[in-house]
């Protein structure tokens, strides 16, 4: 507010000498720039703030910077008010008695519209005065609006709280009909001239259940505190600028209460409860701004990511909002800390200002502070449908064979049960998880796993009781313990069988697979007769080139800025990291693109083996800065080369050639921002870095996420067009006999023998 103060007095000087309307007023012993301060802090400037505080340090901060000798204080109480910014009604909601405003309850729309206008003419006399009008006469003028605000506020306040006093819709409701039913009737007294007190008292009750602890409240009301801003025509402030507060989206709810959550929800449509908060101050923002009016604010990274950005930038950038500015990953100056963050310019409705991203001219600043490409989430892409799994979902590790894990079964008892009972050997497989895969220098599995498939209690008895007898021992007693009758009635079958992923690889000899919860994206080949865990995602592809696409760090950069995360770690999602990742056309066919993979995959599991380190510890040093040895940076170089030639494939030969330079990637830090408070509040907010990674410049990735997005708007458009839809379920193509397929699981020799 302060700086914003003396930029507009600025501006108000020159003003004046351009249209040659210096005041002739201006006290003696109080230069221009002072008088001019004074008028834009009495008249220009708003403020409201959550912390009481806060609000008296911004009054002083402006007293300090439009104090005049002789001359009184300027009055700023009209204008710098004590509240929650993200809480409270609009003129439409308090008359509809509902924050869903609902015409059925509208009510006291003339007497509320008389007190605001008596509040305007008060607040009118404040905002126009002379500044030689004494202090206390502004206080008297303030005191008027007040009494004409407070029955309206406390409707306010009693609507609101009724949302607040609940955690269940229905309940809601009827807390709202409730408290209408009082309001309906004081207001209706106030009409007879016989107050019903009662009802008010009752009203008065129910609003100030917002100051009730853990989590009070002070509703703020804009449209209502500041009449004079809303009642003119295309109504709403001019500008916003702020730094809004910093709060993790699955933090909103324990540090301000679950209905909090579900109140942002309601106030903003198609908006997410895992949104950071942040997101909800540009949305309010958006909508308190007048029409070709605007804000800057102040954000974290997150506000260009996942649910944040779909709940808040995307939002605005698909309802006549156009960011035409914006700052990434600007470092907070000043700071001890490695405070990083991003400022955004925001204009309702269409500008045709220049575009400006980085300080570079662009076309278009997408919801993804990107320069090309969409604002939305990346659609679905129909060819890579029926590619990508997630294993079986076992479900009771007494169906597992394992020397390492409690309620298993030893594998020496395994392998005397198959001594006496071979045709045991037709159920039990190898069974692999993301441990195995990601620690094991050639991803041997270690436990076994009874799969009968989805054959029925009384086959599975007949023909392996033996089996049957473990797996109701040791598993049936846990299964008849869940919620799910199916999983309870069939408590010899895994919970997931996943037949659809046994079909798809029937034709195949090995699968790639990858750790769906990992720090690093590593993929490896695993042979297809194998029971994959549910913590593994199972690609239907044996082709060293879709293992070049998905190893590069296209895909990484793709899987990092559309995953979810579980504590520093990818959580890849195959509906959002595989689903929607648009391959190069006819990658399958490109030579220029297998042999690197190739030579990768082969080099890389050669040094697995050579160190006695699985693909973790591997890239782990990969990844390191300090590492020296020869063949981590042989990997490393065939790593980047592999990454031009997905580039080539693509047809950006531009970015190719860049990737193709000696030394392009560098070792860089990738930054969280993980406390509740503003990222430029040294006091409070600490950023957790993340360890090293070998990758590319962050302009060159934004290139590249861009450049994808864009392909996949384009893709799913193409496919539109055609009539093709990936959104809408399919029955996956049976390849296989009945016999050896999903229902008896694949037929093999023994795994036991190697």
Not at 140 to 158: E, F, P, S
Not at 233 to 252: C, H, M, S, T, Y
Not at 673 to 694: G, V
Not at 727 to 734: G, T
Request: glycine share 6%; with cysteine.
């Amino acid at each position: 507010l302060v700086e914003t103060c003396r930029q507009l007095g600025d501006e108000l000087i020159k003003a004046w000498y351009a249209h040659d309307l210096v005041p002739t007023d201006i006290p003696p012993d109080e230069d221009e720039v002072l008088y001019a301060r004074r008028m834009v802090a009495q008249r220009c400037l708003y403020g409201v703030d959550k912390n009481i505080m806060a609000v008296d340090l911004a009054k002083l901060s402006l007293w300090l910077v439009t104090l005049a000798k002789d001359h009184p204080f300027t009055f700023l109480d009209h204008a710098l008010r004590h509240g929650d910014s993200l809480v409270g009604l609009t003129r439409k909601q308090i008359i509809g008695f509902h924050w869903e405003p609902k015409q059925q309850q509208k009510f006291g729309e003339e007497l509320i519209q008389k007190r605001l206008d008596k509040a305007t003419e008060a607040r009118a006399k404040i905002l126009s005065a002379r500044e030689d009008v004494p202090y206390r006469d502004q206080e008297q003028r303030m005191q008027l609006a007040n009494d004409a605000l407070d029955l309206i506020r406390l409707l306010g306040n009693a609507c609101v709280s009724c949302f607040f006093a609940a955690d269940k819709k229905k309940a809601r409701e009827d807390e709202v009909k409730r408290v209408f039913g009082l309001a309906s009737s004081y207001l209706g007294s106030l009409s007879a001239s016989n107050v019903d007190f009662t009802s008010r008292n009752a009203i008065q009750v129910a609003a100030i259940r917002l100051d009730d602890p853990p989590h009070p409240i002070p509703a703020f009301h804009w449209e209502i505190e500041f009449p004079e801003v809303f009642s003119r025509e295309n109504g709403g402030f001019d500008a916003f600028v702020g730094n809004p507060p910093f709060l993790g989206g699955k933090r909103i709810s324990t540090v301000n209460g679950g209905p909090y959550r579900d109140w942002l929800a309601d106030l903003h449509i198609e908006s997410s409860s895992n949104a950071d908060l942040v997101a909800h101050f540009f949305r309010r923002a958006f909508d308190l701004v007048r029409k070709c009016g605007g804000f800057g604010l102040i954000a974290t990274n997150t506000i260009a990511q996942g649910d944040t950005r779909h709940s808040g930038l995307r939002w605005i950038c698909e309802n006549n909002g156009e960011i035409y500015q914006a700052r990434r990953r600007l470092k907070w100056p000043g700071h001890a800390a490695a405070v990083v963050v991003s400022v955004i310019h925001v204009f309702k409705g269409i500008s045709g200002v220049p575009r400006f991203l980085d300080g570079e001219s662009v076309n278009v600043i997408t919801a993804f502070l990107f320069h090309r490409g969409g604002n939305d989430n990346p659609k679905k892409i129909l060819e890579n449908d029926g590619q990508c799994f997630i294993g079986n979902y076992v479900l009771g590790m007494g169906f597992t064979f394992d020397d390492s894990t409690l309620n298993a079964t030893p594998i020496s008892e395994m392998r005397s049960i198959l001594a006496e009972h071979p045709n045991c050997n037709e159920v039990i497989f190898p069974y692999i998880g993301g441990e195995e895969v990601n620690t094991s220098p050639t991803h041997r599995h270690h436990r076994y796993v009874i799969n009968f498939g989805a054959r029925s209690e009384a086959e599975c008895w007949e023909k392996w009781p033996i089996l049957m007898k473990i797996v109701e021992s040791k598993v049936k007693p846990d299964r008849l313990k869940v919620k799910r009758r199916a999983l309870r009635e069939r408590w010899w079958q895994f919970a997931e069988k996943q037949p659809a992923l046994w079909r798809a690889i029937s034709q195949l000899e090995e699968v790639l697979v990858c750790s769906l919860v990992s720090n690093k994206l590593q993929f490896a080949f695993l042979p297809k007769r194998v029971v994959y865990s549910h913590k593994l995602g199972v690609f239907a592809r044996q082709e060293r080139a879709f293992f070049g696409v998905m190893q590069s760090r296209l895909h990484d950069v793709w899987t990092r800025q559309f995953s979810s995360t579980m504590k520093d770690d990818i959580n890849y999602s195959p509906s959002d990291c595989f689903d929607t990742f648009p391959f190069p056309k006819g990658w399958n066919d490109q030579t220029e693109l297998e042999l690197p993979a190739s030579e990768y995959y082969d080099f890389r599991a050669a040094l697995m083996q050579n160190n006695d380190e699985g693909m973790t510890k591997s890239y782990n040093r990969f990844h390191s800065p300090d590492e020296r040895d020869d063949g981590i940076l042989e990997l490393r170089r065939l790593h980047s080369q592999m990454d031009v030639a997905v580039l080539r494939a693509y047809g950006w030969d531009d970015l190719a050639d860049q990737a193709a330079l000696p030394d392009f990637c560098q070792f860089l830090l990738d930054y969280e921002e993980e406390d509740d408070d503003s990222p430029a509040d040294s006091s409070s907010t600490r950023q957790k870095k993340k360890p090293w990674r070998y990758r590319w410049p962050d302009d060159f990735r934004d290139e590249v996420l861009a450049r994808l997005l864009e392909l996949n708007e384009q893709r799913y458009r193409e496919e539109q067009l055609a009539g093709k839809s990936a959104d809408k379920p399919k029955k996956a193509k049976k390849l296989t006999s009945k016999k050896s397929g999903p229902t008896s699981g694949p037929k093999q020799s023994s795994f036991l023998e190697e």
